[in-house]
């Protein structure tokens, strides 16, 4: 969902969005983008429409007023600069590192609300010297890939093997990966869960993985279903996954308004969601909102009255007490 973050409005207002999350205990959120100035001038020259004043993007004070939560994770959009659609850029590894470091830096400014995941396209030779520096001199506090925007094929021997690297220094520093594994192939599912699970987690020590929108790229359709039944299956079945903390990011999947060419679901839809929740079990579900497509409590409503969740369900969703 590379352009979603730059083509929606959020429509609550601050105030709403602030009484409706302060009623309540404080929440997390695990899916709010953050774009540099320097990225958003690059992609509004590339005639991407922005539909707020820049700072709903790129200012974390605006941004915290927005959301209106406990805490937010922060995503670093560096991975779009090798993106092959986003055009290529001679100085991409210094852009790579500017826009980490700005997301960084956004972070410093309200530690205690936030945290920083570090981007880097896993396919890059620079991509581990950058999660280190991102560890190291800019103490973010985990990593996103984005296997979409980056084509990763887990299929291909060389980007199983540059992916595994990533998983491996994610093990062995302790920093949670936000995993965006679609990567659009009409053939994506079973064999990639298969390869992630066989070929990459087995043999790691305990990672805490969370795969970002259900699995897919948005909504909630067959494709998804698909992925849930393989992922499920193999949960069942494979007892190596165990010793990993895998959740599923709930972002950018209960839409009640098309976004960015994924249409909005429908109520039959709405009702199968809930069951695949149930069925996933509400320990696996991560609470996110793909910040700005919806805010904290525009998302929180749309589980209650959409997909018809309890309130003790939601209260799990949601980690509250």
Avoid at 55 to 69: F, H, K, M, P, W
Avoid at 90 to 108: G, I, Y
């Amino acid at each position: 969902m590379i352009f979603r973050v730059l083509a929606v409005l959020v429509s609550i207002s601050a105030f709403a969005a602030s009484a409706a999350i302060k009623a309540a205990e404080p929440i997390s959120d695990g899916h709010v983008h953050i774009l540099s100035p320097e990225l958003i001038k690059i992609w509004k020259g590339l005639g991407i429409p922005f539909s707020r004043a820049d700072e709903y993007y790129s200012d974390i004070d605006v941004i915290l007023r927005n959301t209106a939560v406990g805490r937010i994770d922060l995503i670093s959009m560096a991975h779009v600069y090798s993106a092959e659609d986003f055009g290529g850029f001679k100085n991409e590894r210094e852009l790579v590192e500017r826009e980490n470091s700005f997301v960084a830096t956004a972070r410093d400014k309200h530690p205690r609300k936030t945290r920083a995941l570090c981007s880097v396209d896993a396919l890059r030779d620079y991509a581990l010297a950058e999660l280190e520096r991102c560890r190291t001199r800019l103490k973010m506090d985990g990593i996103k890939l984005h296997h979409n925007a980056n084509q990763v094929y887990l299929t291909v021997p060389e980007h199983l093997a540059k992916v595994k690297l990533v998983f491996e220094f994610a093990a062995k520093h302790k920093m949670p990966i936000l995993l965006h594994f679609d990567n659009s192939h009409r053939r994506f599912g079973k064999p990639d869960i298969d390869l992630l699970a066989g070929s990459i987690l087995k043999d790691l020590g305990p990672v805490e993985l969370r795969i970002a929108h259900f699995g897919t790229s948005g909504g909630f359709n067959q494709r998804t279903r698909a992925f849930l039944n393989a992922f499920i299956e193999k949960l069942n079945t494979d007892p190596t996954l165990g010793r990993h903390k895998i959740t599923f990011d709930i972002s950018a999947v209960a839409l009640d308004k098309d976004s960015e060419g994924v249409r909005k679901l429908t109520d039959d839809e709405f009702a199968v969601l809930a069951r695949y929740i149930r069925r996933l079990g509400l320990e696996r579900i991560s609470f996110g909102t793909d910040y700005p497509l919806y805010t904290p409590a525009e998302y929180e409503a749309i589980l209650r009255t959409r997909v018809g969740l309890t309130e003790k369900e939601l209260r799990r969703v949601l980690r509250r007490k």
